[in-house]
């Protein structure tokens, strides 16, 4: 009789990380702690160095722990940033196998600026319009340096993220504009592009300053729909390239 459901075989190491990741998640070991050493673990779970050193490696690939030359091994404090960014590699390798995806995170990145602009508007105090204008300004100053102004371009992006308060959401962004970096380069490179994104940027932060939430929705819609329109024909030139 063919078995239906066989039982995997499991490596030792995977029964360690197992262990461990039930200690930090009952607060044994909390964020921040280090772990215990080398030997502490293999005597407790009856297993040889490479398991536990193979667990470790895992961990920290998970982006659980830390591992620094000549100490012990220490849970990491997490953040929105760190944990979004486990998942960058293995979304730029879908975007780039499979360009139908690059549309769903247009459609993402829409969705969440409308809202990230929607909650500026409602929540932005004079010192965030303040900053939000210095970005602008800062971007205009980088004209002469294009990867710099893609670099202040997120920081803008981020900035009006930054208002709502979420760290989610700033995180996020920023992992968007990295994740589609091969596709968003050539739209503010295109003629003209850097100053129609300023002159995009300001009514933006002229509407989250006037307190208008359906005034900065529209405005960032605008914005990222004309930019939409670029990736999807750089996408297909890109396509017809390969």
């Known amino acids: 009789m063919t078995?239906?459901?066989p039982i995997q075989k499991r490596k030792l190491y995977q029964?360690?990380?197992e262990r461990l990741m039930q200690r930090i998640s009952t607060g044994e070991i909390r964020p921040g702690d280090q772990l215990p050493p080398e030997r502490e673990l293999m005597d407790v779970y009856g297993v040889g160095r490479p398991a536990v050193r193979e667990a470790l490696q895992a961990l920290e690939h998970s982006g659980?722990?830390?591992i620094s030359h000549?100490?012990?091994a220490r849970v990491v404090i997490p953040t929105a940033r760190d944990l979004i960014a486990q998942i960058a590699s293995g979304t730029r390798h879908m975007l780039q196998a499979q360009p139908d995806m690059l549309e769903h995170l247009k459609q993402a990145r829409l969705l969440l600026e409308e809202g990230t602009a929607r909650m500026a508007a409602q929540l932005a105090t004079p010192e965030d319009v303040a900053a939000?204008?210095?970005?602008?300004?800062e971007q205009r100053a980088s004209l002469v340096n294009m990867d710099g102004f893609l670099a202040h371009d997120m920081a803008f992006h981020r900035e009006i993220a930054r208002i709502s308060g979420n760290p989610i959401f700033p995180a996020v962004i920023e992992a968007v504009f990295q994740w589609a970096g091969d596709y968003y380069q050539p739209?503010?490179?295109a003629p003209g592009a850097e100053r129609l994104t300023?002159?995009?940027h300001t009514r933006l932060v002229d509407a989250?300053?006037?307190h208008d939430p359906q005034a900065a929705v529209a405005a960032v819609r605008a914005h990222v729909t004309r930019s939409n329109a670029l990736y999807q024909r750089i996408a297909e030139e890109v396509q017809g390239q390969r």
């Open 3 to 5: 078995a239906v459901n």
């Open 15 to 17: 029964d360690v990380v």
């Open 64 to 66: 659980i722990v830390e």
């Open 70 to 72: 000549g100490e012990r």
């Open 132 to 137: 939000l204008r210095t970005r602008i300004e």
């Open 187 to 189: 739209l503010v490179r």
């Open 198 to 200: 300023l002159q995009e």
């Open 208 to 210: 989250i300053e006037a």
